[in-house]
């Protein structure tokens, strides 16, 4: 099977790949991939996230924006 691309060109464009650089910091912490595994299950306000279960009053080093 040949790949979709010739070999040695980019798949992404620089500005592509700085968004999703973006979005990977964004979910680099086991609590911002907890929180995101939380809302695809369903919409949460940071109230309902603070009260939930089992939940630490730790924060987050940095606000999840990409989130």
Same mark, same amino acid.
């Given at each position: 099977?040949?790949?979709?691309e010739p070999a040695g060109e980019p798949t992404l464009t620089?500005?592509?790949?700085?968004?999703?650089a973006e979005v990977m910091?964004?979910?680099a912490s086991?609590? $911002?991939i907890r929180i995101l !595994? $939380?809302?695809?299950?369903?919409p949460c306000s940071v109230g309902? $996230?603070?009260r !939930?279960?089992?939940r630490r009053a730790a924060p987050l080093p940095h606000p999840p924006r990409a989130l």
């Amino acid at each position: 099977m040949e790949p979709a691309e010739p070999a040695g060109e980019p798949t992404l464009t620089e500005p592509d790949a700085a968004a999703v650089a973006e979005v990977m910091q964004g979910l680099a912490s086991p609590a $911002r991939i907890r929180i995101l !595994a $939380r809302l695809l299950h369903a919409p949460c306000s940071v109230g309902d $996230r603070a009260r !939930a279960p089992g939940r630490r009053a730790a924060p987050l080093p940095h606000p999840p924006r990409a989130l």
